[in-house]
């Protein structure tokens, strides 16, 4: 039997009407969507991890090289136990929270925000093998279920928006339409590589997600040797009151290799085990509890609205053996806080393979296969710039929406969870904010219709604990145990 008739039978490439072909482009699709991570995560970890006589130069470079270790392990995982087509890497959001409000912001020791991470993907693991975790997802409310794909796909749309400088920041409106779209090389080629991808998409061309990002990148090379570099724009915005996202260099200045020393992650591995020898309960709890709730959620969504994309969901609304892709995530997340990395999470950019036709775990071995490969080479990862990649969930972003025509809008107790879930989740940055409010919603407009009836007892609960996650988050509790 020939390699592609053994990988057709191990992933089952007849029962997913899918082929090589579709799987790998799939593949690239959802690497090239994901790569930014690899600057991104360590950028924002680096500021509060530091290591005693290592430079930040080094200390970023290892923190790469951990991000694609984790995100390979927990991908490859992803591909070969769940058989689906989910990347993923270290959780944008998820990383914040470690580097600015535990480390820096609570002054909890980087190591046992380590450990923290350790203890909540060791709890994944523990709750999934008894199906808890599935059992959980399963008690959410069917317009929940529902709107989580279109809700993912307006947040998708807005980073999207925001990295190709479409939209800029404002004092009034908080968005705005970018008031230097015109002269701003940043936006011009986003646009344009937009409108390429969307025009080869509606003729019905394979690869034009990936099509659209390459010509997008070359462009982008192209506008830099030019001269174009982006800055005078982002000037000419502050200027006008509006505020684009950082700078975005028209193309990255991309080092072809690390310092060899960078390979050695030894200060970074195992750092945990110090962390649990600093904990202090409460605290420790708390941050626990906290990185568990938004994980445990941010997964969930991103499983179910990608799933109802790809036509993964029963009847129920329910994603079939869910206990394998949660199980790979919760190894991402335990593996990547021994190696030194905040959360591994399932990225929502999957769903731009899954858009490409990626169906099953091939999918994610290519994508798991990059982020090894790229480990000779680290800083290639990122050679994609941002903005090029980012148009890609502009499209996908469109598409998602489609997922609201199954919602039934005429019931108003439907249509009130349902839309504060598609609502909430771009304007808090936060697809766990988005099921909170649809899952918090739900029982109290049941309860005032008078259909109390039709809420379990389980959905009641789910809604508490979503109170009480609140209650931690924003109300000050956290801090005041931490200090």
Known sequence: MGLTESLSEYFGFDEHDTNLRTEVLAGFTTFLTMSYIVVVNPSILSDAITIEGVSETRTFQMIAVVTLIAAAVATLTMALYANRPFGQAPGLGLNAFFAYTVVLGLGIPWETALAAVVVEGVVFMLLTAIGAREAVI???PEPVKLSVGAGIGLFLALLGLEEMHVVAGDPV?????SPVLATDPVAVLSVLG?????????RGVRGSIIIGVLATSVAGYAAKAAGFTGTAAVEAASAAGASLKTPIPVAPNVPI?????????APLAGAFIEGLQQVQPLSFALIVFTFFFVDFFDTAGTLVGVSQNAGFLDEDGNLPEMDKPLMADAVGTTVGGMLGTSTVTTYIESATGVEEGGRTGMTALVVGLLFLASLALVPLAAAVPTYASHLVLVVVGVLMLRNVAEIAWDDITYA????????????TFS??????????SYPLVKLAAGRRSEVSTGQWILALAFFAYFLVRTGGILGSVAG
Request: glycine share 6%; charged share 5%; hydrophobic share 60%.
């Open 173 to 177: 409106t908080f968005l705005t339409f």
């Open 416 to 427: 009130i969870p349902a839309g504060l879930t598609v609502l909430v989740m771009p304007f």
């Open 257 to 265: 290799v690390y310092e060899a020393s960078s390979y050695n992650i």
């Open 194 to 202: 937009l409108f390429l991808t969307l025009a080869l998409y509606a």
């Open 431 to 440: 697809i766990a904010y988005g099921i909170a409010a649809g899952i918090v």
């Open 138 to 140: 399963r008690l959410f």
